[in-house]
């Protein structure tokens, strides 16, 4: 990170959307909110957003709850609590119920940012830096603030480029040569292709730069228009492209890398086959996400607990993992594992087979279980001799089971399995 970087950086806020359910998951997001998913073993998804700003020397960070909130500022108290006022650093947690207006919960993305317009202008930012909570990447924010001021832009707007017809999904861009947004649509069923490429769109990935100031007077004249949805993608990005100078910002100018690492990766693991897939992947031998990077670490809430262990060493009873990560407080004993990811304190008892198992923490496997390409929920115990992976029609009677085959199985399933 250069000087001018570092300097800009330092006079800008980050306020992270964090409020999301994403319905998609299911019974996974009945007790917690999107950003408060587990990932990777150790962290939950919305350590990705804010690990970024920390790593970019941004140190006023905002982050605005809504749905099932508990999780997520539990998490946030225990691992994100280092921030320290005297140095000029701060973690505000933002629920929507503590504004004393006549409804309470925010009523879009814009009116997060607009019910905390006080306590944003408290601290002062010159910059502005509005963030999703709930995607898996590693982004130097201070690269796409420079490229902001570089460029003269009332709102810099990140994106990714995708697959033309899979950005039906997304807010899509039509830019000009230089960058300049022409066009913003919300989940368009045609979307605009990119001036080079007509197989490609560019995707907003919600990342968003302003002036503070500057934001502030156009969500007034925003709020001010009949019509109004409170929403960033779905008002006050428009409205700046139609009246000021709106750029695009592609991920790949300042994602961060290693050299392990072939190319830029942003995942929404928004669906229970996404999310199994993304975890899985840090299986591979050489991952598309390496979290081994210790020059931009992914800063979460660590546990204290025992290395896992792997116990019994007879034929059908020893326990033993290949291409998989299992994490602390995690015991083997007499089991197999292929290519799964165990989070904390994960149990697995004799003679069970796992393949392709996302088991999220101290979850319980019991003896005999036989088990293919399965996410476990929290505190889920497996019951003995259960076998999952085998039949598809019994599976979908038992379980979740989604359109590629993948199993999740939480404690309510099993409670009312007749074995």
């Not at 040569?177 to 368009?188: A, G, N, Q």
């Not at 004249?221 to 492209?241: L, M, R, S, T, W």
């Not at 390496?290 to 792997?310: G, N, R, V």
Request: aromatic fraction near 10%.
């Amino acid at each position: 990170m250069n000087t001018e970087s570092q300097r800009l950086a330092a006079q800008t806020m980050a306020f992270v959307l964090a409020g999301g359910r994403g319905s998609r998951l299911y019974e996974l997001t009945d007790r917690r909110a999107k950003p408060a998913m587990y990932f990777g073993g150790k962290s939950r998804i919305i350590d990705f957003p804010l690990s970024n700003a920390v790593n970019s020397g941004i140190r006023r960070i905002g982050v605005a709850t809504q749905y099932k909130a508990h999780s997520l500022i539990r998490h946030l108290q225990r691992g994100w609590s280092f921030f320290r006022a005297e140095r000029n650093e701060s973690l505000d947690i933002l629920p929507a119920s503590q504004q004393l207006n006549n409804e309470n919960w925010y009523k879009g993305t814009a009116d997060a940012v607009a019910q905390n317009r006080d306590i944003i202008e408290g601290y002062g930012p010159k910059y502005i830096v509005i963030l999703a909570g709930d995607h898996i990447y590693k982004q130097d924010y201070s690269l796409m603030i420079k490229h902001h001021v570089e460029s003269g832009a009332d709102v810099t707007v990140g994106c990714i480029e995708v697959p033309r017809m899979e950005a039906t999904g997304f807010g899509v861009m039509k830019v000009d040569s230089s960058d300049r947004i022409l066009d913003f649509v919300e989940k368009p069923s045609d979307p605009p292709a990119m001036p080079n490429d007509p197989e490609r769109a560019l995707a907003s990935m919600g990342i968003y730069v302003f002036e503070t100031e500057y934001l502030f007077k156009v969500m007034a004249e925003c709020e001010a228009q009949e019509g109004y949805n409170h929403d960033f993608g779905g008002d006050v990005i428009p409205k700046i492209v139609r009246e000021g100078k709106a750029i695009a910002h592609p991920f790949s100018r300042s994602c961060v890398r290693t050299e392990n690492e072939r190319h830029a990766y942003w995942r929404d693991v928004g669906t229970v086959d996404a999310f199994w897939q993304a975890n899985i992947d840090l299986t591979d031998f050489e991952p598309e996400l390496d979290l081994y990077d210790t020059e931009w670490p992914i800063w979460t809430y660590s546990e204290l607990t025992a290395p896992a262990k792997f116990i019994h060493n007879e034929e059908g009873r020893r326990g033993s993992a290949v291409s998989s990560m299992v994490s602390g407080g995690c015991i083997i004993s007499g089991s197999t594992l292929n290519r799964c990811l165990l989070f904390t304190g994960v149990r697995t008892h004799s003679f069970s087979h796992l393949t392709g198992v996302v088991a999220m923490p101290y979850a319980e496997i019991n003896r005999n279980a036989h088990l293919t390409n399965v996410v476990i929920d929290r505190g889920v115990t497996i019951p003995q001799g259960l076998v999952v992976g085998e039949d598809a029609e019994l599976d979908a009677r038992r379980f979740r089971r989604s359109e590629n085959g993948v199993c999740l199985i939480t404690q309510p399933m099993i409670d009312k399995l007749d074995m």
